[in-house]
């Protein structure tokens, strides 16, 4: 069951003392005050490459704003929250972030994560921008605080299932998934696809994540003569199985989603990554209107890869609707982002559909070569 933040601070918190808390937070977040915010993604546990890439992002995005004073007057401040990609940890997140008073996330990073922390936020009045979480379920049932400037599985899926049935035909292809919302959304939609274009799986299985050794799964790949492996997952086990794969002696393509661009799936398979395709949104870090904020991050030795311009760009764009607005009220807010638009970013425009997705989604295929990725 979700706990929401009512429930959560308990019934003693309803009288004398809920007025205290009510009016110290208010003071904290008075009009002279910072406007809080928060980026919420896997700041620790295996995925924290990509909370790393959310930090980025959103300290970029806060210093940058503030530099050029601040929305409505005030200095924004962000919060860092930490949910490990667990959906109960999430929710705990979802709950101390609605008790600080936060009127905007720019997270989750896992879909398993922000589907229920986004049950909390609606009922907290809480606006939540998700930078990458990809599984429909996010915003087709979500509330009206439900946006992402990221595209959806079903599209995604698309087009690599499409792709696989076009440049793999005759091949013997599997698809596997690790069982995450994300996981498994994002292959059953491939599959979906690769079906509808006319060619058939080899063999369709899950894997548990957070394993190192998945040799018994490679041995079941190599039985089946597989050729082709896709995986619905994360870098981590993708990385291990493609490279457990190669030690023994498979000749095989592996092909993934949007959670493989990292640096660390190439510290995980060396020589083994070389060929290795994926989907992603074509790289932000070209678009001109990234230029500027590429170039100060590279300053500060950072690449801004995968997420980091996503997770900019959510706090960019609720920037210039509470602008827009005249206050950050989350529901005005969200109202807005829906009936306006586009909004300018370094993503490029973005509008909004009436469920929160972007309405032009923008999936292509990149290739690992020499420890690097790069767009086909």
Same mark, same amino acid.
């Given at each position: &069951?979700?706990?929401?933040?009512?429930?959560?601070?308990?019934? $003693?918190?309803?009288?004398?003392?809920?007025?205290?808390?009510?009016?110290? %937070?208010?003071?904290?977040?008075?009009? $002279?005050?910072?406007?809080?915010?928060?980026?919420?993604?896997? &700041?620790?546990?295996?995925?924290?490459?990509?909370?790393?890439?959310?930090?980025?992002? /959103?300290?970029?995005?806060?210093?940058?704003?503030?530099?050029? /004073?601040?929305?409505?007057?005030?200095?924004?401040?962000?919060?860092? +929250?930490?949910?490990?990609?667990?959906?109960?940890?999430?929710?705990?997140?979802?709950?101390? &972030?609605?008790?600080?008073?936060?009127?905007?996330?720019?997270?989750?990073?896992?879909?398993?994560?922000?589907?229920?922390?986004?049950?909390?936020?609606?009922?907290?009045?809480?606006?939540?921008?998700?930078?990458?979480?990809?599984?429909?379920?996010?915003?087709?049932? +979500?509330?009206?605080?439900?946006? %992402?400037?990221?595209?959806?599985?079903?599209?995604?899926?698309?087009?690599? +299932?499409?792709?696989?049935?076009?440049?793999?035909?005759?091949?013997?292809?599997?698809?596997?998934?690790?069982?995450?919302?994300?996981?498994?959304?994002?292959?059953?939609?491939?599959?979906?696809?690769?079906?509808?274009?006319? &060619?058939?799986?080899?063999?369709?299985?899950?894997?548990?994540?957070?394993?190192?050794?998945?040799?018994?799964?490679?041995?079941?790949?190599?039985?089946?003569?597989?050729?082709?492996?896709?995986?619905? /997952? #994360?870098?981590?086990?993708?990385?291990?199985?493609? %490279?457990?794969?190669?030690?023994?002696?498979?000749?095989?393509?592996?092909?993934?989603?949007?959670?493989?661009?990292?640096?660390?799936?190439?510290?995980?398979? /060396?020589?083994?990554?070389?060929?290795?395709?994926?989907?992603?949104?074509?790289?932000? %870090?070209?678009?001109?209107? $990234?230029?500027?904020?590429?170039?100060?991050?590279?300053?500060?030795?950072?690449?801004?890869?995968?997420?980091?311009?996503?997770? #900019?760009?959510?706090?960019?764009?609720?920037?210039?609707?509470?602008?827009?607005?005249?206050?950050?009220?989350?529901?005005?807010?969200?109202?807005?982002?829906?009936?306006?638009?586009?909004?300018?970013?370094?993503?490029?425009?973005?509008?909004?559909?009436?469920?929160?997705?972007?309405?032009?989604?923008?999936?292509?295929?990149?290739?690992?070569?020499? +420890?690097? #990725?790069?767009?086909?």
């Amino acid at each position: &069951m979700i706990q929401t933040r009512r429930q959560w601070l308990g019934a $003693a918190l309803i009288g004398a003392a809920s007025g205290a808390f009510a009016s110290g %937070r208010a003071r904290a977040q008075g009009a $002279a005050g910072p406007i809080r915010i928060a980026t919420v993604g896997p &700041m620790t546990g295996q995925y924290a490459s990509f909370g790393a890439q959310m930090r980025a992002g /959103g300290e970029q995005a806060v210093t940058d704003i503030n530099a050029a /004073g601040g929305v409505l007057g005030r200095q924004l401040q962000l919060e860092i +929250g930490d949910d490990a990609c667990d959906p109960r940890q999430a929710v705990s997140v979802a709950n101390q &972030m609605a008790a600080r008073r936060v009127p905007f996330v720019a997270g989750h990073f896992c879909s398993g994560s922000s589907i229920p922390a986004s049950k909390v936020y609606a009922e907290e009045g809480i606006l939540q921008i998700s930078p990458a979480s990809t599984n429909p379920r996010y915003t087709d049932e +979500g509330s009206w605080n439900t946006f %992402r400037v990221c595209g959806r599985d079903d599209q995604q899926g698309q087009v690599a +299932g499409r792709y696989i049935a076009e440049n793999f035909r005759g091949k013997r292809v599997a698809i596997l998934h690790d069982n995450s919302a994300y996981g498994k959304g994002l292959a059953d939609e491939t599959r979906k696809a690769m079906n509808a274009a006319g &060619m058939q799986e080899a063999l369709y299985a899950a894997y548990t994540a957070g394993e190192r050794d998945y040799n018994a799964l490679v041995s079941r790949l190599r039985a089946a003569n597989i050729e082709v492996i896709y995986i619905g /997952g #994360y870098h981590t086990e993708a990385g291990l199985i493609l %490279r457990q794969a190669k030690e023994q002696g498979m000749n095989v393509t592996l092909i993934g989603g949007d959670a493989l661009v990292t640096q660390e799936f190439w510290q995980i398979t /060396g020589a083994a990554g070389e060929g290795t395709l994926m989907t992603f949104s074509s790289d932000p %870090r070209r678009r001109p209107q $990234a230029a500027e904020v590429v170039q100060r991050f590279r300053a500060r030795n950072i690449d801004p890869e995968g997420y980091v311009l996503y997770t #900019y760009a959510a706090i960019q764009i609720w920037a210039d609707a509470v602008r827009k607005v005249g206050a950050t009220d989350p529901r005005r807010v969200a109202q807005t982002l829906k009936s306006d638009g586009p909004w300018q970013s370094v993503l490029g425009p973005i509008s909004f559909d009436q469920k929160g997705d972007v309405t032009v989604p923008d999936y292509v295929f990149y290739v690992w070569r020499n +420890g690097s #990725y790069a767009q086909i």
